[in-house]
């Protein structure tokens, strides 16, 4: 099994940063890509970027250009650099696993992101 622990989530200002990790634990040599999503009240749950072992990313249009993916396979670890963020970024962010069959292997708890106008 695999176990994923977000963390970086806060309060911050339009136009600030925050950085998100998502760090596994278990299992994690069944991980393949990992990725990012994000929930808002009232909303389903979407993508906003994921990252393949190899390091092949994929953005969500709102997200392209305002916010980086990254891993250090080393650690076991994925990361959400978000710039200039807007009060409509407000959610809950997770990290997801994923198996090289293609199947998510884990979610994690979330990690909420607030952006104040």
């Known amino acids: 099994q695999v176990q994923l622990v977000e963390s970086g989530g806060g309060l911050v200002q339009a136009g600030g940063s925050l950085r998100l990790s998502c760090a596994a634990s278990?299992?994690?040599?069944?991980?393949?890509?990992m990725g990012w999503y994000r929930q808002a009240p009232g909303k389903e749950r979407e993508l906003v970027a994921t990252i393949a072992s190899i390091g092949n990313t994929r953005y969500s249009d709102s997200a392209k250009g305002r916010f980086t993916i990254s891993r250090d396979n080393a650690k076991a670890t994925v990361y959400l650099q978000m710039n200039s963020l807007k009060p409509e970024d407000t959610a809950v962010y997770y990290c997801?696993?994923?198996?090289?069959?293609?199947?998510?292997?884990?979610w994690g708890q979330g990690t909420q992101v607030t952006v104040s106008s």
């Open positions: 997801n696993a994923v198996s090289g069959l293609g199947s998510i292997v884990s």
């Open positions: 278990g299992s994690t040599f069944s991980i393949n890509a």
